[in-house]
Protein backbone atom coordinates (compact mmCIF):
# COMPACT_ATOMS: atom_id res chain seq x y z
CA UNK A 1 0.00 0.00 0.00
CA UNK A 2 1.10 3.37 -1.24
CA UNK A 3 0.44 7.03 -0.36
CA UNK A 4 1.23 9.98 -2.60
CA UNK A 5 0.72 13.63 -1.22
CA UNK A 6 1.31 17.54 -1.73
CA UNK A 7 2.07 19.46 1.00
CA UNK A 8 -0.21 22.76 1.25
CA UNK A 9 2.86 25.01 -0.39
CA UNK A 10 2.30 22.63 -3.54
CA UNK A 11 5.86 21.13 -2.19
CA UNK A 12 5.94 17.34 -3.15
CA UNK A 13 6.32 14.80 0.06
CA UNK A 14 7.37 11.66 -0.13
CA UNK A 15 5.90 8.54 -1.31
CA UNK A 16 4.56 6.56 1.88
CA UNK A 17 4.92 2.68 1.47
CA UNK A 18 3.22 0.93 3.91
CA UNK A 19 4.57 -3.26 3.55
CA UNK A 20 4.99 -4.59 7.12
CA UNK A 21 6.84 -7.94 6.08
CA UNK A 22 8.44 -7.12 2.85
CA UNK A 23 12.12 -5.96 2.65
CA UNK A 24 12.26 -2.73 0.20
CA UNK A 25 14.52 -1.87 -2.42
CA UNK A 26 17.76 -0.73 0.15
CA UNK A 27 20.23 1.35 -0.98
CA UNK A 28 21.45 1.00 -4.91
CA UNK A 29 24.90 2.25 -3.91
CA UNK A 30 28.25 1.34 -2.19
CA UNK A 31 29.17 2.94 0.64
CA UNK A 32 31.78 3.02 3.88
CA UNK A 33 29.94 2.38 6.45
CA UNK A 34 31.80 2.94 10.27
CA UNK A 35 30.20 1.28 13.29
CA UNK A 36 30.66 4.29 15.39
CA UNK A 37 28.03 2.58 17.93
CA UNK A 38 30.25 4.65 20.74
CA UNK A 39 28.94 7.40 18.77
CA UNK A 40 25.43 7.41 19.32
CA UNK A 41 25.52 10.34 21.80
CA UNK A 42 26.66 12.90 19.38
CA UNK A 43 29.98 13.97 21.71
CA UNK A 44 28.59 12.87 25.18
CA UNK A 45 31.20 10.59 26.05
CA UNK A 46 30.10 10.17 29.77
CA UNK A 47 26.99 8.78 28.14
CA UNK A 48 29.55 6.36 26.09
CA UNK A 49 30.94 4.81 28.92
CA UNK A 50 27.96 4.57 30.76
CA UNK A 51 27.04 2.49 27.27
CA UNK A 52 29.89 0.38 27.63
CA UNK A 53 29.62 -0.24 31.54
CA UNK A 54 25.73 -1.80 31.31
CA UNK A 55 26.21 -3.31 28.10
CA UNK A 56 29.50 -5.05 28.35
CA UNK A 57 31.50 -5.90 25.49
CA UNK A 58 30.59 -3.47 23.68
CA UNK A 59 33.71 -3.07 20.81
CA UNK A 60 32.17 -6.24 18.88
CA UNK A 61 28.81 -5.04 18.83
CA UNK A 62 29.43 -3.66 15.55
CA UNK A 63 29.88 -6.79 14.25
CA UNK A 64 25.78 -7.50 13.88
CA UNK A 65 26.45 -5.20 10.08
CA UNK A 66 28.63 -8.48 8.90
CA UNK A 67 25.75 -10.27 7.53
CA UNK A 68 23.56 -7.70 6.72
CA UNK A 69 25.37 -4.38 4.93
CA UNK A 70 25.29 -6.32 1.61
CA UNK A 71 22.12 -6.47 1.89
CA UNK A 72 21.42 -2.65 2.79
CA UNK A 73 23.78 -1.57 0.41
CA UNK A 74 23.27 -3.48 -3.48
CA UNK A 75 25.03 -0.63 -5.43
CA UNK A 76 28.00 -1.89 -7.88
CA UNK A 77 31.41 -1.78 -6.23
CA UNK A 78 32.52 -3.19 -2.71
CA UNK A 79 30.92 -2.04 0.38
CA UNK A 80 33.62 -1.08 3.61
CA UNK A 81 32.61 -2.15 7.27
CA UNK A 82 35.20 0.12 9.60
CA UNK A 83 34.56 -2.21 13.03
CA UNK A 84 35.96 -1.51 16.54
CA UNK A 85 36.81 -4.60 16.72
CA UNK A 86 37.10 -7.73 14.28
CA UNK A 87 34.18 -9.93 13.74
CA UNK A 88 34.60 -13.82 14.55
CA UNK A 89 36.38 -15.88 11.74
CA UNK A 90 34.10 -18.80 12.07
CA UNK A 91 31.35 -16.45 12.38
CA UNK A 92 31.96 -15.08 8.99
CA UNK A 93 32.70 -18.17 6.85
CA UNK A 94 29.24 -19.49 8.93
CA UNK A 95 27.49 -16.25 6.93
CA UNK A 96 29.76 -16.90 3.91
CA UNK A 97 29.66 -21.20 3.34
CA UNK A 98 26.59 -22.28 5.10
CA UNK A 99 23.97 -19.11 4.63
CA UNK A 100 25.02 -18.14 1.14
CA UNK A 101 25.51 -13.94 2.04
CA UNK A 102 28.09 -11.33 0.43
CA UNK A 103 30.24 -10.07 3.09
CA UNK A 104 31.79 -6.18 3.17
CA UNK A 105 35.54 -5.72 2.81
CA UNK A 106 36.51 -5.19 7.22
CA UNK A 107 39.29 -2.52 8.73
CA UNK A 108 39.28 -1.89 12.40
CA UNK A 109 39.07 1.58 13.99
CA UNK A 110 38.83 1.46 17.99
CA UNK A 111 36.20 4.00 19.43
CA UNK A 112 39.28 6.39 20.76
CA UNK A 113 40.94 6.41 17.18
CA UNK A 114 37.47 7.50 15.67
CA UNK A 115 37.45 10.26 18.40
CA UNK A 116 41.02 11.39 17.45
CA UNK A 117 40.47 11.43 13.76
CA UNK A 118 37.48 13.78 14.44
CA UNK A 119 40.16 16.13 16.40
CA UNK A 120 43.03 16.18 13.72
CA UNK A 121 43.62 18.45 10.89
CA UNK A 122 43.96 17.13 7.58
CA UNK A 123 47.83 16.96 7.41
CA UNK A 124 48.03 15.15 10.60
CA UNK A 125 44.85 12.24 9.43
CA UNK A 126 47.03 11.48 6.54
CA UNK A 127 50.06 11.27 8.60
CA UNK A 128 48.75 9.44 12.09
CA UNK A 129 46.06 6.92 10.84
CA UNK A 130 46.52 4.76 7.35
CA UNK A 131 43.01 3.61 7.46
CA UNK A 132 42.07 7.21 6.13
CA UNK A 133 44.17 6.83 3.18
CA UNK A 134 42.56 3.16 2.29
CA UNK A 135 39.30 4.49 2.59
CA UNK A 136 40.39 7.24 -0.10
CA UNK A 137 40.88 4.48 -2.31
CA UNK A 138 37.96 2.99 -1.82
CA UNK A 139 35.31 2.48 -4.92
CA UNK A 140 32.36 3.26 -3.12
CA UNK A 141 31.28 7.26 -2.75
CA UNK A 142 29.36 7.15 -0.03
CA UNK A 143 29.78 6.93 3.40
CA UNK A 144 27.18 6.52 6.34
CA UNK A 145 27.26 5.05 10.16
CA UNK A 146 24.81 4.78 13.63
CA UNK A 147 24.82 8.42 13.74
CA UNK A 148 25.80 10.85 10.97
CA UNK A 149 28.08 13.49 14.05
CA UNK A 150 30.93 15.68 13.31
CA UNK A 151 33.82 13.20 13.74
CA UNK A 152 32.01 11.08 10.67
CA UNK A 153 31.13 14.60 9.14
CA UNK A 154 35.04 15.44 9.05
CA UNK A 155 36.38 11.81 8.15
CA UNK A 156 33.84 12.15 4.84
CA UNK A 157 35.24 15.41 3.91
CA UNK A 158 39.11 14.33 4.27
CA UNK A 159 38.62 11.07 2.13
CA UNK A 160 36.39 12.81 -0.09
CA UNK A 161 32.73 10.63 0.82
CA UNK A 162 29.06 12.11 0.81
CA UNK A 163 27.57 11.17 4.07
CA UNK A 164 24.19 9.57 3.08
CA UNK A 165 21.90 11.63 5.85
CA UNK A 166 22.88 15.17 6.84
CA UNK A 167 24.59 15.41 10.45
CA UNK A 168 21.24 17.66 11.55
CA UNK A 169 19.17 14.66 10.25
CA UNK A 170 20.80 12.53 12.18
CA UNK A 171 21.01 14.88 15.04
CA UNK A 172 17.36 15.97 15.30
CA UNK A 173 15.93 12.51 14.17
CA UNK A 174 17.41 11.06 17.15
CA UNK A 175 16.51 13.93 19.70
CA UNK A 176 13.82 13.14 21.98
CA UNK A 177 12.95 16.71 22.49
CA UNK A 178 12.54 17.59 19.51
CA UNK A 179 10.28 14.71 18.63
CA UNK A 180 8.02 15.61 21.21
CA UNK A 181 7.69 18.90 20.51
CA UNK A 182 6.27 17.97 16.91
CA UNK A 183 3.85 15.32 18.64
CA UNK A 184 2.29 17.91 20.16
CA UNK A 185 2.40 20.07 17.12
CA UNK A 186 0.92 17.33 15.46
CA UNK A 187 -1.91 16.82 17.56
CA UNK A 188 -0.69 13.56 17.83
CA UNK A 189 -1.10 11.41 21.63
CA UNK A 190 1.22 12.49 24.10
CA UNK A 191 2.13 11.70 27.46
CA UNK A 192 2.30 14.21 30.81
CA UNK A 193 5.60 16.11 29.94
CA UNK A 194 7.48 19.09 31.22
CA UNK A 195 10.83 20.07 30.61
CA UNK A 196 13.61 20.91 32.24
CA UNK A 197 16.28 22.94 30.97
CA UNK A 198 18.65 22.82 34.15
CA UNK A 199 19.37 20.47 36.60
CA UNK A 200 17.56 23.08 39.22
CA UNK A 201 14.56 22.77 37.03
CA UNK A 202 13.71 19.09 37.98
CA UNK A 203 12.22 19.10 41.47
CA UNK A 204 9.71 21.60 40.01
CA UNK A 205 8.61 19.94 36.88
CA UNK A 206 8.74 15.94 38.80
CA UNK A 207 6.14 17.92 41.64
CA UNK A 208 4.21 18.64 38.42
CA UNK A 209 4.10 15.24 36.63
CA UNK A 210 2.91 14.60 40.49
CA UNK A 211 -0.08 17.22 40.40
CA UNK A 212 -0.99 15.68 36.84
CA UNK A 213 -2.08 12.63 39.22
CA UNK A 214 0.83 10.10 38.84
CA UNK A 215 2.66 8.09 40.87
CA UNK A 216 5.82 7.35 38.91
CA UNK A 217 7.83 9.67 36.08
CA UNK A 218 10.93 9.34 33.92
CA UNK A 219 13.70 11.79 33.05
CA UNK A 220 14.70 11.56 29.84
CA UNK A 221 18.06 13.01 28.35
CA UNK A 222 17.11 14.84 24.70
CA UNK A 223 19.48 11.91 23.37
CA UNK A 224 19.61 8.49 25.01
CA UNK A 225 20.16 4.91 23.60
CA UNK A 226 19.32 1.25 25.53
CA UNK A 227 18.07 2.95 28.56
CA UNK A 228 21.14 5.03 28.69
CA UNK A 229 19.76 8.60 29.56
CA UNK A 230 16.59 7.33 30.98
CA UNK A 231 15.92 7.24 34.70
CA UNK A 232 12.85 6.04 35.90
CA UNK A 233 11.40 8.01 39.13
CA UNK A 234 9.65 4.97 41.10
CA UNK A 235 7.45 7.66 43.50
CA UNK A 236 7.14 10.92 42.99
CA UNK A 237 6.75 11.71 46.72
CA UNK A 238 10.24 12.89 47.34
CA UNK A 239 11.43 14.66 44.34
CA UNK A 240 14.21 17.08 45.33
CA UNK A 241 16.01 13.35 46.22
CA UNK A 242 15.27 11.99 43.07
CA UNK A 243 16.50 14.83 41.17
CA UNK A 244 19.45 15.34 42.81
CA UNK A 245 20.54 11.93 41.35
CA UNK A 246 19.96 12.83 37.99
CA UNK A 247 23.34 12.89 35.97
CA UNK A 248 24.89 16.46 34.87
CA UNK A 249 25.55 15.16 31.39
CA UNK A 250 21.32 14.41 31.06
CA UNK A 251 21.76 18.28 30.09
CA UNK A 252 24.39 17.60 27.41
CA UNK A 253 21.89 18.48 24.57
CA UNK A 254 19.73 21.18 26.74
CA UNK A 255 16.59 20.24 28.10
CA UNK A 256 15.54 17.19 29.70
CA UNK A 257 11.64 15.43 29.07
CA UNK A 258 10.49 14.84 32.72
CA UNK A 259 7.51 12.79 32.18
CA UNK A 260 4.70 10.99 33.69
CA UNK A 261 5.10 6.97 33.78
CA UNK A 262 2.29 4.85 32.33
CA UNK A 263 1.45 1.32 34.23
CA UNK A 264 -1.14 -0.86 35.48
CA UNK A 265 -3.30 -0.12 38.00
CA UNK A 266 -3.35 3.84 37.40
CA UNK A 267 -5.14 5.75 34.57
CA UNK A 268 -6.82 2.97 33.86
CA UNK A 269 -3.95 1.13 32.33
CA UNK A 270 -4.23 -2.45 31.94
CA UNK A 271 -1.04 -3.30 30.08
CA UNK A 272 1.87 -1.81 28.54
CA UNK A 273 3.26 -2.78 25.57
CA UNK A 274 6.23 -1.49 22.93
CA UNK A 275 5.60 -1.92 19.53
CA UNK A 276 8.24 -0.25 16.71
CA UNK A 277 7.92 0.05 13.19
CA UNK A 278 10.92 -0.57 11.24
CA UNK A 279 11.43 2.46 8.29
CA UNK A 280 13.58 2.46 4.94
CA UNK A 281 14.09 6.20 3.80
CA UNK A 282 15.38 7.69 0.97
CA UNK A 283 14.68 10.21 -1.62
CA UNK A 284 11.53 9.69 -2.80
CA UNK A 285 10.16 7.44 -0.16
CA UNK A 286 9.23 5.93 3.35
CA UNK A 287 8.77 2.63 3.72
CA UNK A 288 7.57 0.78 6.62
CA UNK A 289 8.86 -3.00 6.19
CA UNK A 290 8.15 -4.61 9.59
CA UNK A 291 6.61 -4.07 12.90
CA UNK A 292 8.25 -5.80 15.69
CA UNK A 293 7.90 -5.60 19.85
CA UNK A 294 10.73 -4.79 21.54
CA UNK A 295 11.59 -6.45 24.62
CA UNK A 296 12.71 -4.51 27.34
CA UNK A 297 13.90 -4.83 30.91
CA UNK A 298 12.67 -3.39 34.21
CA UNK A 299 15.02 -0.91 33.46
CA UNK A 300 13.81 -0.30 30.03
CA UNK A 301 16.90 -1.68 28.47
CA UNK A 302 16.62 -3.21 25.06
CA UNK A 303 16.78 -7.11 25.63
CA UNK A 304 15.25 -8.44 22.12
CA UNK A 305 12.59 -7.97 19.68
CA UNK A 306 9.90 -10.46 17.85
CA UNK A 307 7.89 -10.06 14.89
CA UNK A 308 5.04 -10.00 14.40
CA UNK A 309 3.50 -9.00 17.69
CA UNK A 310 1.05 -11.54 18.30
CA UNK A 311 -1.79 -9.35 19.71
CA UNK A 312 -1.84 -7.37 16.70
CA UNK A 313 -3.41 -10.08 14.60
CA UNK A 314 -7.09 -9.58 16.96
CA UNK A 315 -6.91 -5.92 16.79
CA UNK A 316 -6.37 -4.68 13.90
CA UNK A 317 -7.29 -1.35 14.57
CA UNK A 318 -4.29 -0.87 16.65
CA UNK A 319 -2.02 -2.00 14.17
CA UNK A 320 -3.73 0.16 11.52
CA UNK A 321 -3.09 2.95 14.09
CA UNK A 322 0.58 2.17 14.57
CA UNK A 323 1.02 2.17 10.80
CA UNK A 324 -0.64 5.92 10.79
CA UNK A 325 1.48 7.26 12.96
CA UNK A 326 4.82 5.97 11.96
CA UNK A 327 3.72 7.03 8.54
CA UNK A 328 3.41 10.98 10.38
CA UNK A 329 6.95 10.14 11.99
CA UNK A 330 8.57 9.34 9.62
CA UNK A 331 7.23 11.88 7.25
CA UNK A 332 9.19 14.22 10.07
CA UNK A 333 12.19 12.48 10.26
CA UNK A 334 12.28 12.70 6.00
CA UNK A 335 11.54 16.50 6.11
CA UNK A 336 14.76 17.08 8.87
CA UNK A 337 16.80 15.41 6.51
CA UNK A 338 17.27 11.93 7.91
CA UNK A 339 18.11 9.15 5.10
CA UNK A 340 18.87 5.31 5.98
CA UNK A 341 17.49 3.32 8.49
CA UNK A 342 15.31 4.03 11.51
CA UNK A 343 12.79 2.37 13.73
CA UNK A 344 9.51 4.58 15.19
CA UNK A 345 8.98 3.44 18.80
CA UNK A 346 5.80 3.47 20.48
CA UNK A 347 3.82 2.52 23.58
CA UNK A 348 0.92 0.75 23.23
CA UNK A 349 -1.31 0.99 26.63
CA UNK A 350 -4.41 -1.19 26.92
CA UNK A 351 -7.29 0.29 29.08
CA UNK A 352 -9.44 -1.34 31.72
CA UNK A 353 -11.89 -0.94 29.06
CA UNK A 354 -10.86 -3.05 26.30
CA UNK A 355 -9.11 0.20 24.25
CA UNK A 356 -5.70 1.61 23.79
CA UNK A 357 -4.00 4.42 24.02
CA UNK A 358 -0.82 4.63 21.45
CA UNK A 359 1.88 7.24 21.60
CA UNK A 360 4.60 7.52 19.63
CA UNK A 361 7.62 7.17 22.15
CA UNK A 362 11.02 7.57 20.37
CA UNK A 363 12.58 7.33 16.99
CA UNK A 364 15.52 5.92 16.26
CA UNK A 365 17.35 7.30 13.08
CA UNK A 366 19.72 4.84 12.88
CA UNK A 367 20.40 0.83 12.10
CA UNK A 368 19.10 -0.50 15.49
CA UNK A 369 18.84 -3.80 17.56
CA UNK A 370 15.52 -4.44 15.64
CA UNK A 371 17.60 -4.21 11.62
CA UNK A 372 19.48 -6.76 11.90
CA UNK A 373 17.09 -9.63 12.60
CA UNK A 374 14.56 -7.50 10.55
CA UNK A 375 16.41 -7.92 7.45
CA UNK A 376 18.09 -10.89 8.04
CA UNK A 377 14.45 -12.71 8.29
CA UNK A 378 12.76 -11.03 5.71
CA UNK A 379 15.73 -11.98 3.48
CA UNK A 380 15.00 -15.57 4.68
CA UNK A 381 12.03 -16.07 5.34
CA UNK A 382 9.64 -13.38 4.33
CA UNK A 383 6.17 -14.88 5.62
CA UNK A 384 7.63 -16.06 8.72
CA UNK A 385 8.23 -15.05 12.72
CA UNK A 386 11.01 -14.22 13.91
CA UNK A 387 12.64 -13.46 17.84
CA UNK A 388 15.84 -12.05 18.52
CA UNK A 389 17.52 -12.50 22.20
CA UNK A 390 20.55 -11.90 23.74
CA UNK A 391 22.76 -15.20 25.01
CA UNK A 392 25.66 -14.74 27.44
CA UNK A 393 27.34 -18.11 28.70
CA UNK A 394 28.71 -19.02 32.43
CA UNK A 395 31.47 -20.31 30.24
CA UNK A 396 33.05 -18.13 27.42
CA UNK A 397 34.42 -20.69 25.00
CA UNK A 398 35.60 -20.09 21.19
CA UNK A 399 33.01 -19.02 18.26
CA UNK A 400 33.71 -22.34 16.35
CA UNK A 401 32.82 -24.50 19.25
CA UNK A 402 29.55 -22.44 19.60
CA UNK A 403 28.31 -23.50 16.04
CA UNK A 404 29.89 -26.77 16.33
CA UNK A 405 27.05 -26.96 19.51
CA UNK A 406 24.31 -25.61 17.24
CA UNK A 407 25.25 -27.98 14.09
CA UNK A 408 25.43 -31.13 16.27
CA UNK A 409 21.81 -30.35 18.25
CA UNK A 410 20.39 -29.64 15.19
CA UNK A 411 19.27 -26.19 16.16
CA UNK A 412 21.57 -24.07 13.04
CA UNK A 413 19.64 -22.48 10.57
CA UNK A 414 20.65 -23.59 7.13
CA UNK A 415 18.75 -21.88 4.07
CA UNK A 416 18.01 -24.54 1.59
CA UNK A 417 18.38 -27.49 4.06
CA UNK A 418 15.97 -26.22 6.86
CA UNK A 419 13.28 -24.21 7.11
CA UNK A 420 13.72 -23.06 10.34
CA UNK A 421 16.48 -22.79 13.13
CA UNK A 422 18.92 -20.49 14.84
CA UNK A 423 20.36 -17.78 12.95
CA UNK A 424 23.93 -16.94 15.04
CA UNK A 425 23.88 -12.77 13.89
CA UNK A 426 26.53 -11.78 15.96
CA UNK A 427 29.19 -13.14 18.98
CA UNK A 428 30.48 -10.60 21.22
CA UNK A 429 34.38 -11.41 22.59
CA UNK A 430 35.87 -10.12 25.95
CA UNK A 431 39.33 -9.06 26.83
CA UNK A 432 40.35 -13.28 26.51
CA UNK A 433 39.22 -13.70 22.98
CA UNK A 434 36.70 -15.83 23.65
CA UNK A 435 32.75 -15.10 23.01
CA UNK A 436 30.89 -14.66 26.52
CA UNK A 437 27.39 -14.28 24.28
CA UNK A 438 26.28 -12.90 21.61
CA UNK A 439 22.97 -12.10 19.68
CA UNK A 440 20.71 -15.29 18.19
CA UNK A 441 17.57 -15.34 15.89
CA UNK A 442 15.64 -17.73 15.80
CA UNK A 443 13.36 -18.14 12.54
CA UNK A 444 9.78 -19.78 12.22
CA UNK A 445 6.77 -20.23 10.80
CA UNK A 446 5.21 -19.16 14.06
CA UNK A 447 5.66 -16.99 16.71
CA UNK A 448 5.35 -20.33 19.30
CA UNK A 449 7.96 -21.73 16.58
CA UNK A 450 10.69 -19.03 17.31
CA UNK A 451 9.85 -19.34 20.98
CA UNK A 452 10.97 -23.05 21.02
CA UNK A 453 13.88 -22.45 19.15
CA UNK A 454 15.16 -20.03 21.44
CA UNK A 455 14.19 -22.43 24.44
CA UNK A 456 16.14 -25.37 22.68
CA UNK A 457 18.90 -23.17 22.45
CA UNK A 458 19.54 -21.92 25.64
CA UNK A 459 19.40 -26.07 26.67
CA UNK A 460 21.87 -27.07 23.57
CA UNK A 461 24.44 -23.97 24.81
CA UNK A 462 26.12 -23.14 28.15
CA UNK A 463 23.82 -20.06 29.00
CA UNK A 464 24.29 -18.48 32.03
CA UNK A 465 20.54 -18.88 34.31
CA UNK A 466 19.44 -14.97 33.21
CA UNK A 467 19.24 -13.91 29.32
CA UNK A 468 20.97 -10.48 28.89
Known amino acids: MSDKETAGDDTPVPNLIVAPGQLPTFQNRAAVFVANLLGLFFGNEKQAEKLAMVVGEVDSYGGRL ?54 FTEVDLEAHHPLIDTLKHSFAP ?43 S ?6 ATE ?23 VVKSAIGASGIGLVKVNSLEDAAAVASEVPDYFFFEGACLVQGWLS ?33 SQASVHEGNESPPPYLAEREEWRAELLRQAGIAGRWLHEKGYRGMSSVDFLLVELENGGADIYVCEI ?60 PVNFNAGADGRIHKGQFLCLAHSTAGSHVLLEMAELDLPCAPDRD
Request: charged letters at 25%; glycine letters at 10%; hydrophobic letters at 35%.
Open 195 to 217: LATTPGELTSALKKIKKAGFHSG
Open 66 to 119: VPILNLLFSGRGLNTLVLEREPDDSLCRYFEEVAGLTLPERFVLPHRDYLTLGR
Open 142 to 184: WIDGYVTDDTLTRIAHRIGKRTISSKAGSFLGNNKRELHLFLE
Open 264 to 296: PGSHGVSRVRSPSAQLFLDEDSITIYDLTEQIL
Open 364 to 423: NARVTGATYPSVLARHFMPEGSWLLRNLRFETPLAGKDLLTLLEKSGDLFRPGTSETGVF
Open 186 to 191: AGLPVV
